[in-house]
C-alpha cells in the first residue's frame, strides 16, 4: 500500500532518529488510510467484512488484535471521513439485511454516540480542562518502561500484548486502552496528565478532544464527574472474563497475594483500599467497597503491590505460563485485514442474510 511519499516520510524519520530526536515505537509498513481514496476503501472493506461481527467489542483476543474493530478512527480524525455518512452507509447495511440491528446499533452509538458525545464535551468544557483534573491518592510520572512502551520487560501478558500492540501499530482497540493500560496506570496511580500526554502521542488517532472524556474522565476518573460517576478500574478477574489472556500468564488472576498473583487483581484491590475515603458515598462503587471491607488480607496485599511499585510487572520467568484449562474464544471468526486499495481484494458476494 505504500507509495514514494511514504518513502520520503521514513527518509525523514530516519535522518532525524540520526541527529538524535527520540522516537517510541517500531518502524512497520503503514496501516491506516492517509488518503480520502484510502480511507473509503477501508470504510467500505469494514462494511463488508467486519460489521456483521462488530456487537462485542470489549473482548480482548491475543491473536487477533483488529477483531471486528473498524479502524477508522484516524480517517475521522483526519477528516477523510466523516462520521455521518458512515453511519448512514452502516443503517443501509442493517436495511439491506447485510449486518445484523446488534453490530449497526453498535457502531452507529460508538461514532454518533461516544465520538459526537465527547468532541462536544471537549468544547463545552473549555480545551484547558485536563490539566487541572485532580487525582485521588498518590500522584507519580509514568514510569520509563510504560512510557517508551518496552513491552518485552513486561511478563504480565495482558499488559505486555498491549505495550507491543501500540509498539508496533501505534493502535490497540478501546477495551486495551481501557481495561489493561488505562487501567494499569490508574491502579498505579500515574498523574493523569501524564496519562492524557502520552495517549495522545503514541496512538495514531490521538487526539487532544478524545482525551478529557476518555482518560482523564473515563479512565482516570479524574475530571470530576462529568464522564462518568465511576472509577473504570477492574480486577484481574475481569480481564480473564473479558479476554483469552490470562490463560498463557504467568500470574493467576484469582491469585492476589504471592508470586503468582495477578498485578491487576492486588493492584485494583490496593487502589480501592488507597482511595476509599474518597469514593465512600459513590453509589456506583458501593458494591465495590463492600467487597474491600471483606478482603482479610488486605493489609499484606497492600505491602505487597506498594513493594512492587511502578517497577515492570516482571517476577519469575515470564516462560513460567499457567495451562489455560479452558481456553476461550477459539471460536471467534477471523476477519480479514485491510491491506490498501491498490492490492486486489475480492469483496464476498452480498446475498441478503437472514439477520433478525
Ligand atoms: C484511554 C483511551 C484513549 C482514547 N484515545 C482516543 C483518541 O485519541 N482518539 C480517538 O479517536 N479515539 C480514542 N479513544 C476511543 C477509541 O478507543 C478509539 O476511537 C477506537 O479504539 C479506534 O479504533 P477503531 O476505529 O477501530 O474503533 P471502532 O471500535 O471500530 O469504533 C468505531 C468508531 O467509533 C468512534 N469511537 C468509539 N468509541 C469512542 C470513544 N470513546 N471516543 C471517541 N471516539 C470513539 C471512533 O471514531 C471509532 O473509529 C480512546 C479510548 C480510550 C479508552
Ligand atoms: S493473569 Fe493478570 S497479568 Fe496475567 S494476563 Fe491475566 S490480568 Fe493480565
Known sequence: MEDDIDAE????????????IEFIGRDGPRQFPVTRAEALDRQQHF?????PHFG???EMVARDPWLAHSGLSTSFNLGLLEPLPAVRQVEEE??????????????????????DYLWHLYWYLDAGYPAGSHSPGRSSSLPEWFATL??????????????????????????VRQAVLGNYAVQRGWRPTDMVDWFQRAFVDGQEWAMIGNVAGM???????SVTTEAHAVSGTH???????????????????????????????????????????????????????????????VTQEHARGDRAPSEGPASAVRKDPDPKRAELPRC?????????????????RAHT
Open 336 to 352: 480479514p485485514r485491510w491491506s490498501g486499495p491498490s492490492l486486489p481484494r475480492p469483496h464476498p458476494p452480498r446475498g441478503r
Open 56 to 58: 462485542r467489542p470489549d
Open 47 to 51: 462494511v463488508v467484512h467486519r460489521l
Open 219 to 225: 479512565t482516570r476518573h479524574a475530571e470530576l464527574g
Open 94 to 115: 442493517y436495511r439491506a439485511g447485510h449486518a445484523p440491528l446488534s453490530s449497526v446499533e453498535r457502531f452507529v452509538r460508538q461514532v454518533v454516540g461516544w465520538r
Open 239 to 301: 480481564v480473564n472474563r473479558t479476554s483469552d489472556f490470562c490463560g498463557g500468564c504467568r500470574y493467576d488472576p484469582k491469585q492476589r497475594v504471592g508470586a503468582d498473583a495477578c498485578p491487576f487483581t492486588g493492584g485494583y484491590l490496593a487502589y480501592l483500599h488507597r482511595t476509599r475515603e474518597r469514593l465512600h458515598g459513590n453509589v456506583r462503587m458501593t458494591r465495590a467497597l463492600k467487597q474491600l471491607a471483606q478482603i482479610p488480607d488486605i493489609r499484606e496485599i
Open 150 to 175: 518496552d513491552a518485552d520487560s513486561v511478563h504480565a501478558r495482558c499488559l505486555s500484548s498491549a505495550l507491543a500492540a501500540v509498539r508496533d501499530r501505534g493502535w490497540a482497540h478501546h477495551a
Open 9 to 20: 516520510v521514513r527518509d525523514d524519520l530516519d535522518r532525524w532518529a540520526a541527529e538524535g
